[in-house]
Nanobody, 120 residues
């Protein structure tokens, strides 16, 4: 059994910051890529940022220069530092991870999501 649990969401004023965490637990042999996505009401889920096992990163144009994705492999945890938040960043944020399980098999897992609300 493998679980991803996000935390760190909340309500913040425009211009503020939040740091999201995504902790993986269970029968984990290794974690390859990790990513953050978001879904605003009435909109499709969209990519926010990804990070490879080697630390390579990719960002949506809308968050470049404001958000930073990182990971702590020793803790099986990923992070999303969000600065200069805007009302349009309001969404449920989801993390995912490509996890190789003890005993074999690699699967993509998703967390349950954490709400981020940015007030103007």
């Amino acid at each position: 059994q493998v679980r991803l649990v996000e935390s760190g969401g909340g309500l913040v004023q425009a211009g503020g910051s939040l740091r999201l965490s995504c902790a993986a637990s269970g029968s984990i042999f290794s974690i390859n890529g990790m990513g953050w996505y978001r879904q605003a009401p009435g909109k499709q889920r969209e990519l926010v940022a990804t990070i490879t096992s080697g630390g390579g990163t990719n960002y949506a144009d809308s968050v470049k220069g404001r958000f930073t994705i990182s990971r702590d492999s020793a803790k099986n945890t990923g992070y999303l530092q969000m600065n200069s938040l805007k009302p349009e960043d309001t969404a449920v944020y989801y993390c995912n991870a490509d996890i190789r399980r003890i005993g074999g098999g690699e699967y993509r897992y998703w967390g349950q999501g954490t709400q981020v609300t940015v007030s103007s």
